[in-house]
């Protein structure tokens, strides 16, 4: 009896271990990689017509860029600097984060899938983190580092070590703003399934938004970017340092640096609103 | 449910159905009921003389409009999404224009309304994807489709007709009120202009279905067919105009646009409402219209024809 006892707390210290979690993350995903990669054809395919896709999209707006010169004072290869960082980010966070999707999250929730993974004796959050991962996101990631290498090469950028070792700071920063977005979208989903469409305008919308300069939209929708969801912090001001523009709204300089802070904040802010929203749900009963 | 029962208690062949359950009968596909009962209706329906086929599509196109209308939570979402997505592009073309008046024969205020005008036929055409007879393929419905008193083309047809009425008066009118509303729009004036458009609307909306239906038909031959499905709509996001005018592009590439069945989907039908196509180019792009809907419609009949042989459905 009491053997058993110990037992069962040895077990559970080990599951609370970090190590033992992040194993297990792998595992979950390691699972998934390993069905999705049986499909090789499709898999390479898809990559390839996504790929054209995008392609299409970008050679739209060379050729409109063409016609009228620049776009609010910005130059296709400046334009590309914003596009690039927005969509490569968007896709690094959209394999990372596919299980708090709130579209797909939404329904696990509604039908019950969730329920079953509250009860396995494993952190939550890590079981949703690795619940879902498409490998097929690399298509995407690709895309974004195909058009970051277009603005290299367009936008003459004088490189600087301090710029160097920012970047990635940047990328990060955004990849923890939009998963922010996903886990807020998702915790949503415990109380109402139309929070859902209102969160995919803020990510689509926002990441859609976030290609182009943020000076070319009315003053509303740029303050609420700015003070109400800080997403002008995440790629506009760290773009004008790289490109040694000057800011147009005439703001510190200083803000240009705060990207990875904000996109911490962003997902510190979510993870404490899904905590609270785990202690509070409700299964629907299905 | 009343109905349901009514419908598996009476025998086969008592011949005292009336018109409007045989109809019912037909529609199922609407309505939730067993696989049992679709067997039966379809086995019944072999043995009576033919409802016209005019009746049921009407009936089909009038039960997808009346389901269509019941998505409302998901209508005023798109809807949100279509206006948030309109106003990012109106400020990409006040950017672009800065100062300038008139840009390949648009000026700003044309540019505005293009972008109003394909927010509003986003959900009318399914731009982003249709992928409803793909899932009926994978799920086994398609062969009780198949097997209906109506062609196969003309089933879906009726469906999406239902649907792409209620995309285009809840999704689409509505999209062009609020940008009537905040901006300064162009209008067409004049009683011919309105004809052209009317029907250079029905003539994009029949293309963009026929369209819909080849590129589904891919799931007659793979499992994937989602990833046909994806490039396929994807390119005709560019080649359609739908992202940028294609005026703006270099003649070259709007030729090579032309080429192709995808401008007379979106194109061709902003560029009348504009008035930016007049006279012999406004007939010349109806007929330009109806051609690639007779090609794209042949083709449709074709791959149909391969992909039944081809067809195993899996189960039931």
């Known amino acids: 009896m009491k053997g058993a006892q110990r ?7 080990i599951v609370k271990q970090p190590l033992f979690l992040w194993g297990m993350y792998w595992r979950l995903i390691g699972v998934q990689v390993r069905a999705q990669l049986q499909y090789r054809t499709a898999f390479v395919l898809e990559i390839l017509s996504s790929g054209i896709t995008l392609f299409l999209f ?10 009228f010169g620049d776009l609010g004072g910005w130059t296709l290869g400046e334009l590309a600097f914003l596009w690039g960082t927005v969509e490569f980010a968007f896709g690094l966070m959209d394999m990372i984060f596919s299980g708090f999707d709130p579209s797909n999250f939404g329904k696990q929730v509604r039908q019950g899938f969730f329920d079953q993974l509250l009860l396995r004796p494993v952190n939550i959050t890590v079981q949703v983190l690795g619940s879902e991962f498409f490998l097929r996101r690399l298509g995407r990631i690709a895309q974004g580092a195909l058009i ?13 070590v301090g710029k160097l070792l920012y970047l990635p700071l940047v990328i990060g920063g955004l990849v923890c703003f939009f998963g922010g977005l996903f886990i807020i979208g998702a915790t949503g989903s415990f109380w109402t399934v139309d929070s859902i469409e209102a969160m995919n305008i803020l990510t689509y919308g926002g990441s859609e938004m976030m290609a182009y300069p943020m000076h070319i939209y009315p003053d509303w929708l740029r303050r609420t970017f700015t003070y109400i969801v800080p997403a002008i912090f995440l790629n506009y001001y760290p773009a004008l340092y790289f490109l040694e523009k000057s800011d147009p709204l005439g703001l510190s300089q200083i803000l240009s640096f705060i990207s990875p802070l904000v996109g911490m904040g962003m997902l510190g802010v979510a993870l404490a609103f899904w905590r609270f929203g785990i202690k509070h749900y409700q299964s629907t009963g299905t | ?61 009038r039960r997808s409009f009346q389901r269509q209308m019941t998505y409302r939570a998901a209508t005023l979402a798109g809807l949100a999404t279509n206006l948030f997505f309109g106003l990012l592009r109106v400020a990409v073309m006040v950017a672009l224009y800065g100062e300038r008046t008139t840009v390949a024969g648009m000026n700003l205020q044309a540019a505005i309304t293009y972008t109003g005008l394909g927010q509003a036929v986003i959900a009318f055409l399914s731009i982003f994807g249709w992928y409803d007879l793909m899932r009926s393929v994978s799920s086994g419905e398609v062969a009780a489709d198949l097997l209906k008193p109506l062609g196969y083309f003309r089933f879906w047809l009726a469906l999406d007709l239902g649907r792409a009425l209620v995309a285009f008066l809840l999704r689409g009118v509505t999209v062009m009120l609020f940008y009537a509303f905040f901006f300064d729009i162009i209008t067409p004036v004049t009683l011919w202009q309105w004809t052209a458009l009317t029907i250079a609307l029905v003539l994009s909306w029949v293309l963009s279905f026929a369209w819909r239906f080849l590129v589904n038909l891919a799931a007659f031959w793979t499992p994937n067919a989602i990833g046909v499905g994806r490039f396929a709509f994807g390119i005709a996001w560019v080649l359609s105009g739908f992202y940028m005018p294609l005026r703006f592009f270099p003649t070259w590439f709007q030729s090579f646009c032309h080429f192709t069945p995808f401008p007379s989907m979106v194109n061709t039908t902003i560029e009348i409402y504009l008035g930016l196509l007049m006279g012999p180019a406004l007939i010349q792009a109806l007929f330009v219209q109806l051609f690639w809907i007779a090609v794209t419609i042949l083709a449709c009949q074709r791959v149909l024809r391969a992909g039944v042989h081809r067809l195993v459905i899996q189960g039931g």
């Open chain 1, 148 to 160: 970051f290498a277009f603005a290299l090469s367009l936008a003459d950028i004088h490189w600087t």
């Open chain 2, 1 to 61: 449910m009343l109905y349901n029962r009514q419908f598996a208690l009476r025998p086969i062949d008592d011949g005292r159905w009336t018109i409007e359950e045989r109809v019912q009968s037909i529609v199922y596909r609407l309505r939730s009921v067993s696989y049992y009962h679709k067997e039966f209706a379809v086995n019944l329906q072999a043995a009576l003389p033919p409802i016209p086929e005019v009746r049921l599509f009407w009936e089909l196109a």
């Open chain 1, 7 to 13: 037992q069962h707390e040895q077990a559970e210290g």
């Open chain 1, 58 to 67: 970008f050679l739209s707006m060379a050729f409109v860029l063409q016609r």
